[in-house]
């Protein structure tokens, strides 16, 4: 079955920044619009980022110009750089192809403290 596993998550001070890995099995990321996704405590998941088969992205306004979605074709793994962290960007951080979901993963945590 498909499987997408996140990771790099970790604790950052305000301002920090992290690059987030999502590696999927059974499923070619190149070949799906592919998204990033978080949710934080209380809330509901939200959408952050996508990126096309072609190479086009799309991104939520609470995070255009400090994150940045991207791939590696032949590691078979999108990526979340994010870089001037908030508080606000505390959440647990998920991927998922975007059309076509598949079941979500257990994500990876990002905590950024002030």
């Known amino acids: 079955q498909v499987q997408l596993v996140e990771s790099g998550g970790d604790l950052v001070q305000v301002g920090g920044a992290l690059r987030l890995s999502c590696a999927a099995s059974r499923t070619d990321v190149s070949r799906y619009l592919m998204g990033w996704y978080r949710q934080a405590p209380g809330k509901q998941r939200e959408f952050i980022a996508s990126l096309t088969p072609a190479g086009s992205t799309d991104y939520a306004d609470s995070v255009k110009g400090r994150f940045t979605i991207s791939r590696d074709n032949a590691k078979n793994t999108v990526y979340l750089q994010m870089n001037s962290l908030k508080p606000e960007d505390t959440a647990v951080y998920y991927c998922?192809?975007?059309?076509?979901?598949?079941?979500w993963g257990q994500g990876t945590q990002v905590t950024v403290s002030s």
């Open positions: 998922n192809r975007v059309r076509y979901p598949v079941s």
